[in-house]
C-alpha cells in the first residue's frame, strides 16, 4: 500500500513548508492523538494564488483549486506535529471549509470538494471525513477560501 506522500508524488505534488503565522497562533496543536489545524489559506511560496469573492472575482473551479491548496498546507501544518510522517494518520476527522463568496453564491459545498477529494485521494478510506462547507461575508487577507482540519494520529 502506498504512503500518503506516495499518492501526493503521484498527484504531482509534495508537502510544502508550513505556511508562517500571519499573526498570535500556531500553524497547528496536538492533543493527545488529535492535530488540530488553525485555519490554512491557499498560500504559495508566501503569497495567496487568489483574492476576492467566490461568485464574483473568483469562480467555483479557482476556489475549488484553492481549497485543495488550503488542504496541502494543512497537511503541512499536520505532518509538523506527526514527526514529518503522514503514513502516521489515522483518520481525517473532520474538515471546515470557509468560503468568502458573494451572497447569491451556493456552491460552497462544490468548492470544499476540493479538500475533500484531496484527503481522499492521499489517505483513501481515512481520508474520508465529516466536514462544514460556510460561506462567509470574508477571510484573511481577502482570501476566497480558508481551511481547518482535526485529524487523529495512531499511537
Known amino acids: ?16 513548508e508550513v505556511v508562517p503565522p500571519l499573526a498570535a497562533y500556531v500553524p497547528a496543536v496536538r492533543t493527545g492523538s488529535y492535530v488540530y ?12 494564488i487568489r483574492t476576492g469573492k467566490v ?46 463568496s458573494t451572497p447569491d453564491f451556493t456552491g460552497q459545498p462544490a468548492v470544499a470538494n476540493g479538500t475533500s477529494e484531496l484527503l481522499a485521494a492521499v489517505f483513501g478510506d481515512a481520508g474520508i471525513h465529516a466536514r462544514s462547507a460556510v460561506g462567509v461575508t470574508v477571510l484573511p487577507l481577502d ?9 487523529e494520529l495512531d499511537a
Do not use: H, I, W
Open 143 to 151: 482570501s476566497p477560501v480558508e481551511v481547518e482540519l482535526v485529524v
Open 55 to 100: 461568485g464574483a472575482d473568483v469562480t467555483a473551479d479557482e476556489a475549488y483549486e484553492c481549497a485543495r491548496l488550503c488542504a496541502l498546507n494543512a497537511l503541512a501544518a499536520v505532518a509538523s506535529q506527526a514527526g514529518g510522517d503522514l503514513s502516521r494518520v489515522a483518520r481525517v476527522v473532520k474538515a471546515v471549509v470557509f468560503v468568502a
Open 37 to 48: 489545524t488553525s485555519g490554512q489559506l491557499p498560500m504559495r511560496d508566501g503569497a495567496l
Open 1 to 16: 500500500m502506498p504512503t500518503p506522500e506516495q499518492n501526493l508524488a503521484e498527484l504531482g505534488l509534495a508537502l510544502p
